[in-house]
C-alpha cells in the first residue's frame, strides 16, 4: 500500500482503523460486484477482515436501500447508489471516497431522513479532522 500513490492522503484513515480499531462497513451486491473488480484494494480488505475490523451489513438490507435510493435519486452522474444504501442501511457516518463527482449526491438531504443522517466524506489527509470516535457508526462499537 505504500507504493499507492495516494499512500499519503489515506494514511491517517488507515492508522485510525488499524490503530485504533475502528472499522469498516460493507454489504450489498452491488459493493460486493465494486470490490471483486478493484484488486488493489481486495489485499488490504482481507487484512482488515482478518483482524476483525470489518463489519458486514446483510446483502438484503443494502440491496432494499439501493433500491429506495435509486427511486429517490436517479441521476446520470451519480452512479454510487450502493455507498448511500450502505450508510443508510448501518447509519454509517463516514464514508471514504476520492470520486468528487459522487460526493454532492452522496451528501444530498433528499436522500436522508434527518440531516444528522448525512455522512461526513473523508477524501484525503485534509479530511483526517473527522476520524473521531463520534463519528463512528453504531454497529461497529
Known amino acids: 500500500m505504500e507504493s499507492?500513490?495516494?499512500?499519503?492522503?489515506?494514511?491517517?484513515?488507515?492508522?485510525?482503523?488499524?490503530e485504533e480499531r475502528n472499522k469498516i462497513v460493507y454489504g450489498g451486491s452491488s459493493y460486493k460486484s465494486e470490490l471483486r473488480k478493484a484488486h488493489k484494494f481486495l489485499k488490504i480488505f482481507g487484512q482488515l477482515n482478518r483482524a476483525g475490523l470489518v463489519v458486514e451489513i446483510p446483502d438484503e438490507d443494502v440491496d432494499a436501500e439501493e433500491e429506495r435510493v435509486r427511486r429517490?435519486?436517479?441521476?446520470?452522474?451519480?452512479?454510487?447508489q450502493h455507498l448511500v444504501a450502505i450508510i443508510r442501511a448501518c447509519k454509517c457516518k463516514l464514508v471514504c471516497t476520492k470520486d468528487e463527482r459522487a460526493h454532492p449526491y452522496i451528501k444530498k438531504p433528499a436522500l436522508y431522513k434527518k440531516s444528522t443522517?448525512?455522512?461526513?466524506?473523508?477524501?484525503?489527509?485534509?479530511s483526517?479532522?473527522?476520524?473521531?470516535?463520534?463519528n463512528i457508526a453504531p454497529?461497529?462499537?
Open 117 to 126: 443522517d448525512r455522512p461526513k466524506i473523508y477524501s484525503g489527509k485534509k
Open 139 to 141: 454497529c461497529c462499537c
Open 128 to 134: 483526517a479532522g473527522i476520524l473521531k470516535k463520534s
Open 72 to 80: 429517490v435519486l436517479e441521476h446520470r452522474d451519480f452512479d454510487d
Open 4 to 18: 499507492n500513490e495516494d499512500h499519503s492522503e489515506f494514511a491517517p484513515l488507515l492508522h485510525w482503523i488499524m
